[in-house]
């Protein structure tokens, strides 16, 4: 089974200063999609970025970047420029390819606070 | 925009009551999902529906059941509300997947806002 680690179960930043969000997942399988999702103080799960485990071109959507290491099996999330609106909880997850329509595993969250 | 609603925000229930937790989705999405979260624990799968009267289990299903007779609604239900199901409760849906042929969808999960469910 595959299985999503985040080891910060907090993160504060400087609001306009860049930070970084770590996940590392374990799998036996060499084709997966990775996800960042948001979830504001107002609850509902919102998808941040994706990335497909067979491209090596990192994703990015305008000031979130991902940082895949493959061979590592990493998957950080890099939010610049930070703003009052980025504050949530971050969660990380793991979808194996091709594999039936089984949910997302997820990382067990990073609460994310920013500093005015 | 897909949009996932979940009838009930708050519940406050007790010990013992059937309790029902609905879903609907408007992007006649195939796959839904019903995950429960809690602090430090992250999200669990509790059942998920491949399509119409199909489930399966997920990680967590003891104390649960589902029901799909309609494509665009997704029931949770538990039978008799004990105190370590007080929790928030996060319905989803997704297109099919995995992709064949080019169809299909990218594995993106849409959620709705959340059910905090709390029993006395």
């Known amino acids: 089974a595959q299985t999503v680690t985040q080891s910060q179960p907090e993160m504060s930043v400087q609001e306009a200063e860049t930070v970084t969000l770590s996940c590392t997942y374990d799998t036996s399988e060499s084709d997966y999609y990775l996800f960042w999702y948001k979830q504001p103080p107002s609850r509902q799960m919102i998808l941040v970025i994706r990335?497909?485990?067979?491209?090596?071109q990192n994703a990015t959507e305008n000031r979130f970047s991902v940082n895949f290491q493959k061979a590592a099996k990493s998957f950080s999330l890099k939010i610049s420029d930070s703003q009052l609106g980025d504050a949530a909880m971050y969660f990380c997850a793991f979808l194996e390819s091709g594999g039936g329509a089984d949910g997302l595993t997820f990382g067990k969250g990073t609460h994310l606070i920013i500093q005015p | 925009d897909v949009k996932v609603t979940q009838s009930s925000r708050y519940l406050v229930k007790r010990t013992g009551e059937k309790v029902f937790l609905e879903c609907v989705q408007d992007m006649d999405h195939e796959n839904m999902f019903w995950y429960r979260q809690d602090p430090g624990l992250g999200l669990r799968l509790i059942y998920f529906s491949y399509d119409v009267k199909m489930k399966e289990k997920g990680d967590i299903p003891e104390g649960y059941s589902v029901s799909r007779e309609k494509k665009e609604r997704f029931s949770l239900i538990l039978e008799s509300a004990s105190t370590n199901q007080t929790s928030m409760y996060l319905c989803?849906?997704?297109?099919?997947?995995?992709?064949?042929?080019?169809?299909?969808?990218?594995?993106?999960?849409?959620f709705g806002e959340g059910s905090r469910l709390t029993v006395l």
């Open positions: 989803a849906s997704r297109r099919f997947y995995p992709t064949t042929g080019g169809l299909g969808g990218t594995g993106e999960l849409f």
């Open positions: 990335q497909e485990a067979y491209k090596q």
